[in-house]
């Protein structure tokens, strides 16, 4: 499943087909993130997480993506909206250290 989700992923990133949401574009100004820091890390993209359905996302399945761009790491979460063919930056954020392993792939336990 993973594999057809990041496919659908990248191709809406590189299609332009992403739909940014009101609560993403207020984060990325907050966090000192550029859109262009999402779209232009896509090669690099890796899901981490998956939500087969999030309340976040208005009930869409929904990735969590791990990329790196020039050295600078993020995570994006998408929802997947299959039958439009189109993806939702949910949000974007820079992953804390201490939450997570050295790669930023796995959260630390607890």
Known sequence: MSESDLA???????????????????????RRVSRSLVTES??????????????????????????????????????LDREGDTVRVITVYRPDPAEWDADFLRRKKP
């Open 42 to 79: 896509v090669d690099s993209y890796r899901i981490i997480e998956q939500y087969p359905r999030s309340h976040t996302s208005r009930y869409l399945p929904s990735c969590l993506v791990r990329a790196e761009h020039h050295g600078e790491m993020i995570h994006i979460l998408f929802a």
């Open 8 to 30: 659908l992923i990248r191709r809406c990133v590189h299609e332009g087909r992403l739909l940014w949401t009101y609560h993403v574009n207020m984060r990325l100004r907050q």
